[in-house]
């Protein structure tokens, strides 16, 4: 397998993945971007000069040596197969592939990438859980594209997001989760705003891994590191920033 030749602020999973699988969380740093988009944004939605994207896409594809597939999306949780006729701008919010050479690739700024593959390294998987795919079922519909009847073959990990000490929602949010799962109310905590509450993503996901029979999750651990929103010269933030670039987190089989 070629090396790497990654940005040293980029992450690396530190999780027990298969010898074939790689995987990367790209950070504010390595781009050509300027301004409130310095230095690697990889959004071209978001304002910033269509010119500047291209490049940083391209140092992103090279630097891992694959092709990263970019997703149009929207919240939801529409999963699209990728194979070597997938094109970047498909609409979903996650992605798995069988296929060597592509990358599974979502895009976020406060939003959680989870990146997923199994024991024997066949398959990855890439996810974009803000708290609407959360709540809409994204992670589930990427765990059922594995179709394993014996889910502790899979490993999850976790990238940075907004912490739980920044993310706050209104009420019908914290009863969204807790309808669908009593625990839920642990992870939310009453905010400084009357009527607020702050809710801890990190958690709520990994609760929901553990009710579809995957226990093995590593990476984010809604420690301060972690959050997007704490950290600005790493990670972009839309909830800190309103306009904002995009990191990215990729998975591929070598």
Known sequence: MSALHLDSDWIVPQWPAPAGIRALCTTRSGGVSSGVYASLNLGDHVGDDPADVAVNRSRLATATGVRPVFLQQVHGTHLVELDGHSSDGLQADACGTSQAGLACTVMVADCMPVLFTDRNGERVAAAHAGWRGLAAGVLARTVESFDMADRTHLMAWLGPCIGP???EVGPEV??????QEAKATRFFSRAPQPGKWLANLPALARLQLQGL????????DGSGAWCTVSNPSRFFSHRRDRVSGRFAALIWRG
């Open 165 to 167: 000490m920044s993310f």
């Open 174 to 179: 914290k009863a969204e989760f807790e309808a």
């Open 213 to 220: 029979g995957v226990h093995e999750v590593h990476g984010n």
